[in-house]
């Protein structure tokens, strides 16, 4: 809307005094023209813009000119709120708002936390995603924004982890961001769950309101369930003797390994290690992946199991390397 550009060029100009017609075009994505006419209907509403000439001219506002018009609307609002990282944001289509947000926070701050609020955002950056993560598609993430948002009854399609397929209906409680991965957390009959919104396939929001229990606290309810995910999750346990010249890795090995104790470097460069893995078959995976810079001290089945993959694995490449010897002579 027009109005709420005229409102963003003033708080713009009122945080950074000059700003070049090409400047206020590239971040309220509209042309240098659109521009000048809003300069103009700025000057008529009786707003004291100037243009300033030369190299380093642009608009500015006459010194001493502020303006109070700093009200948040509701998608701004959400999205403070939310307190999520840009991309997530962008995934509830709340990037932008996002950013008007901003500007409008940074115009009613005196200008000492205005400098401080600028020193922060320039040097902190968070990234959701993780090394070896790979983007999830959500194209009905909102779907359900909507009825979350509106507090309206969800009908959708879920698939579970063989590709089962089930229709579902459930009151939404709320979404949660995991990594960059999306939850919805909805009650089905007396029962509050997540769905993982990827497996979503289908979804429609109906007009029947949805019966939130009273009290539910999303936060708290989603720390309980990491929580009991956790204490269920297999745990096997496994100590190495590793070399410090992969001891640094041994950190990064896998998505549902942990580095539980590490000791220092022997004489001879040898470390002991403990770690939690979900299997034993993660364990052995491990130790093979690093060859002969990790050795398994227990247990001692461990130990037994990798031995017998190691010599698995060379008669393998033996038998291969001497049927290509066999072809090649023929």
Known sequence: ?????????????????????????????????????????????????????????GWALVEGYRTNLTGLNGAEVQSLFAGVPAPLLADLKLDRASDAAHVKLLAALPESARADAEYARRRVHVDVAGWGSTDEAVPHLQTIQEAVWRGRRLHFTYGDECGAAAERAADPLGLVAKGSVWYLVARAGEEVRSYRVSRLTSARVSEEACERPEGFDLAAYWSESVARFRSHTPRYVATFRAHESVLHLVHYAGRFSRVEAAGEPDAEGWAAVRMRFQFEEDACAFALGFGTKVEVVEPAALREKVLRAAEQVVAFYSEAGRRGRAEGKG
């Open 1 to 57: 809307m027009r109005a709420d550009r005229l409102l963003s060029i003033m708080l713009l100009l009122q945080i950074y005094r000059r700003l070049t017609a090409r400047e206020l075009a590239r971040r309220l994505e509209v042309s240098e023209r659109t521009i000048h006419r809003d300069m103009e209907a700025l000057s008529t509403a009786g707003v004291p813009v100037t243009a300033l000439r030369g190299a380093g001219g």
